[in-house]
């Protein structure tokens, strides 16, 4: 099943409500909670925001001919009830961070604001 892919998935934690917990816990300890972020990781532009209602990874198109109605497409999203990666929206391998790794991401400061 694919849902079982995410490390922060299985074993632990298995709720989705414990994996948005712990993405609430890292951003209100940085200060972040409640904000919108446009950063760059992997070579890549997201924008990325956590509230105490969801974590949402947002990837940001990169050509810039694209219709104005494509800028980007949703990446990641854990709420209380559901968590979704990319590799769930698709049936193509994705190429984009899973939830454990936005994870690592934020908790290392491994990215870059833009």
């Known amino acids: 099943m694919k849902g079982e892919k995410s490390s922060l998935r299985n074993p632990s934690p298995k709720r989705p409500v414990e994996v948005l917990e712990k993405f609430i816990g890292l951003f209100s300890s940085k200060g972040w909670l409640n904000q919108s972020l446009r950063i760059r990781y992997r070579d890549r532009r997201y924008r990325i ?3 105490e209602m969801e974590f949402l990874a947002y990837r940001i198109n990169d050509y ?3 219709s104005p ?3 980007g497409w949703l990446v990641g ?3 209380q009830e559901d968590m979704l990666e990319d590799s769930d929206l698709s049936e ?3 190429t984009e961070p899973s ?3 936005w994870f690592q ?3 290392k400061g491994d990215f870059e604001l833009i």
């Open 64 to 66: 810039c001919g694209v």
């Open 99 to 101: 939830l454990q790794d």
């Open 69 to 71: 109605g494509f800028p």
């Open 92 to 94: 193509l391998e994705s």
């Open 49 to 51: 925001s956590c509230s």
């Open 105 to 107: 991401c934020f908790r």
């Open 77 to 79: 999203l854990v709420t």
